[in-house]
């Protein structure tokens, strides 16, 4: 007589799943033959005969397996004796897997995962006693007040713990399911309940287990293919297992098996943790479902949960990288398309992943970020740009969690613009001047900037402790590249390229506060509304709006909308760019701003001679308003400086000087920040317009 075969075996075979698992190994089996065939595979010299009579052995080996050698092996014994794809195959055969198609790396993906009710069956020996955890439900709202007020508000009874009755109830339970081995049982809100109690009163690996392959039922219930261990007939019982599988499933693994948190924010995973290896294909399979479910729902806050409580478990997935890829994807997709609360709690997933110590990780973090956001913002409208404002901002904040690791994608991102650029000036072609005027290139330059300007803030070296950002070599070629790409096409019609270009770069040197001079780049924009050489025409249609178009429709050409626009825009950008802080806040701006009020005045003058007294009366308008302005900063700062004693030459003093100037109290600066508060207003006066509320819009 042999030794009786566990109760876990027993129901393994009893279940039907031997059969499967038998299918399942001869479909891969298939799918490598096939593979190393389109290789050109070694087995060309194999005799088929030979193949068949293996196969047919290894068929019947399998089908022995209640009366062989198998007889008396767990469950885990025998799943890890070759039937399914294990781990090893996954990591160590690359070339297998670049060979098979996409198709048959799902059905790969699809057997990896099926037997979860028989896979795990070695969790349960991790079991602890519940008395060990008396002490841990009474500082409960200490450790975790948040999970303790989502219990108190939801689930008022599970804190009431009596360790007899939980055990009680399990034992009750382990003869339910003895006696409905046979068929598949309807999973209730009182077994539900029983799962809970143990999961809060003493962390239950036993009861997490069990959950968990109902959570994995109720993700795969409606898919005909798939063999599930309970059934849900109750949306509410659906709901709550759910609801339970996402939010305690952290609580009890960060018990069992905690994970590190380094200084520098970073985490270790528990790769030391005597539980780690019996518990990472059941946090493996958990997390893989997550992302199954997460495909399936449409509820924002079912999502927002879901990728706050995935979050969590991140520490104890980086160690499959498969895994690490297929969460990324998923979580940049709601990044990029989602509602604004679900990109955001997406997104700090994606910051979470950011935070493994594998480096690796990260690089793969920053590069399908960067991939993703230019791929969302192809094209532009007022409806995606606060969306693609959203996912830039976001963005830059990813890139600055780790200087040394973006500057090596900075550098070669910002080098592909670069040869884009050059591309562009060589050919001068149609095809050629589109590889640079596109949106793609506008965001990409402004992202750049962005990120580039919090990394090299005053605050940001302060935080660093005067250290100085590796991303600030990466300036200067941002900065060429950036003006390169406005000196390409100087036309009317390239005028609003021209203007977001400039902006993304005044953001740049008013952050890092350093002097580049833009004055060239928006004078001309502005004394081309101002040129006596053509009166504008007249035109019924609507103010071009500057934020969402790069190239000036052909119908604006010469009107007077677009005219006054330009001229509008134009002119404030030429005043946030003197009232920054290099130019304003430096010894010298009497003297730097001489050639621009010189050349407006020129230009004013010609516009008040051009055919038509009124023809270009409010260009000139706006235009003179800036020159007053400029003046007046001008007179301010040389009455600043009067006392003065020291010599240009005498750099120290003069930086001095400059860091006690306060820049924000200047005519100039007053007058760009009532600017911006008008601009703002009346933004908001054509968002809701756009929206369809009923709202006048003033001149």
């Keep these: 007589m042999g030794k009786k075969a566990a109760k876990s075996t027993r129901k393994f075979a009893a279940s039907g799943q031997l059969k499967k698992t038998i299918q399942a190994r001869r479909k891969f089996r298939d799918i490598k033959k096939k593979a190393e065939k389109r290789k050109g595979g070694k087995g060309k010299g194999r005799d088929p005969e030979h193949d068949e009579a293996g196969s047919e052995e290894d068929e019947e080996s399998g089908v022995e397996e209640s009366s062989g050698k198998f007889k008396g092996m767990s469950v885990d014994d025998f799943l890890g004796g070759g039937f399914m794809q294990g781990a090893s195959d996954e990591e160590g055969s690359e070339s297998g897997e670049e060979a098979m198609s996409q198709d048959e790396e799902e059905e790969e993906d699809a057997s990896e995962y099926d037997d979860d009710n028989e896979s795990f069956a070695d969790v349960d020996d991790l079991e602890d006693e519940g008395e060990a955890h008396l002490m841990e439900l009474s500082k409960l709202a200490e450790k975790d007040p948040e999970f303790y007020k989502y219990l108190q508000e939801n689930d008022r009874e599970l804190l009431e713990f009596s360790l007899n009755d939980a055990r009680a109830e399990d034992q009750d339970e382990d003869e339910e399911e003895a006696m409905e081995e046979d068929k598949t049982p309807v999973l209730t809100k009182d077994i539900l309940q029983r799962w809970q109690k143990a999961l809060l009163d003493h962390r239950s690996l036993k009861a997490l287990r069990k ?29 709550k297992l759910v ?105 700090l997933s994606v910051r979470r992943l950011a935070g493994a110590t594998d480096e690796s990780v990260l690089d793969l973090v920053l590069k399908n970020t960067y991939l993703t956001l230019v791929r969302s913002c192809k094209s532009t409208s007022p409806h995606t740009l606060p969306a693609i404002n959203l996912m830039k901002n976001s963005a830059s904040e990813l890139y600055c969690t780790d200087h040394a690791a973006s500057y090596q994608h900075a550098f070669g991102y910002i080098r ?21 005027y596109n949106w793609q290139y506008v965001h990409c330059v402004d992202f750049w900037a962005l990120v580039i300007a919090r990394a090299c803030d005053k605050q940001t070296l302060i935080e660093r402790g005067g250290q100085e950002s590796e991303l600030q070599a990466l300036i200067y070629p941002l900065v060429q590249v950036a003006l390169g790409a406005a000196r390409l096409i100087r036309n009317a019609r390239s005028f609003p390229f021209h203007l977001h270009i400039v902006r993304s770069i005044l953001h ?113 308008a706006v235009a003179k308003t800036l020159v007053d302005r400029v003046e007046e900063s001008a007179r301010w700062v040389e009455q600043k400086r009067k006392g003065v004693a020291f010599a240009p030459g005498r750099l120290a003093e003069v930086e001095r000087w400059e860091d006690g100037l306060r820049v924000e109290d200047a005519p100039l600066a007053r007058y760009v920040k009532v600017q911006r508060k008008a601009r703002e207003k009346r933004r908001k006066l054509v968002e809701k317009a756009r929206e369809g509320e009923d709202e006048i819009l003033e001149d």
């Design 211 to 239: 959950m968990l392959i109902a959570f994995r039922s109720a993700v795969h219930m409606n898919e005909e293919d798939q063999v599930v261990a309970w059934r849900i007939d109750s949306s509410t019982v659906y709901n």
């Design 416 to 436: 592909q613009l670069a040869i884009h650029l050059r591309n562009s000036m060589k050919t001068k072609t149609k095809e050629a001047y589109k590889l640079v």
């Design 243 to 347: 609801t339970t599988a996402l939010r305690y499933t952290p609580v009890v693994l960060q018990h069992h098996c905690p994970y590190r948190t380094l200084q520098n924010g970073k985490f270790k995973a528990p790769t030391q943790n005597n539980k780690w290896k019996t518990l990472q294909k059941l946090i493996l399979s958990y997390f893989h479902n997550v992302l199954h479910l997460m495909g399936q729902i449409s509820d924002n806050d079912m999502l927002r949960l879901a990728f706050t409580e995935t979050a969590k478990l991140v520490p104890y997935v980086t160690s499959s990288r498969k895994t690490v890829k297929a969460y990324l994807k998923t979580c940049l997709n709601y990044w990029s398309s989602a509602e604004d609360s679900v990109r955001i709690a997406a997104f």
């Design 508 to 620: 740049l040197t008013r952050h890092t506060h350093i002097y580049v001079p833009l004055a060239p780049y928006l004078l001309p924009v502005l004394t081309s509304t101002l040129s006596a050489s053509s009166k504008p025409k007249p035109s019924t249609l609507r103010p071009l709006d500057f934020e969402t178009h790069i190239r000036a429709p052909q119908q604006y050409l010469k009107t007077r909308v677009y005219n006054e626009g330009l001229a509008e825009e134009s002119a404030f950008l030429l005043a946030e760019y003197l009232a920054s802080p290099p130019v304003q806040g430096s010894i010298g701006f009497p003297e730097i701003v001489v050639p621009v009020v010189l050349l407006l005045r020129k230009a004013i003058k010609g516009a008040k001679g051009a055919q038509g007294k009124l023809a270009k009366a409010k260009e000139a």
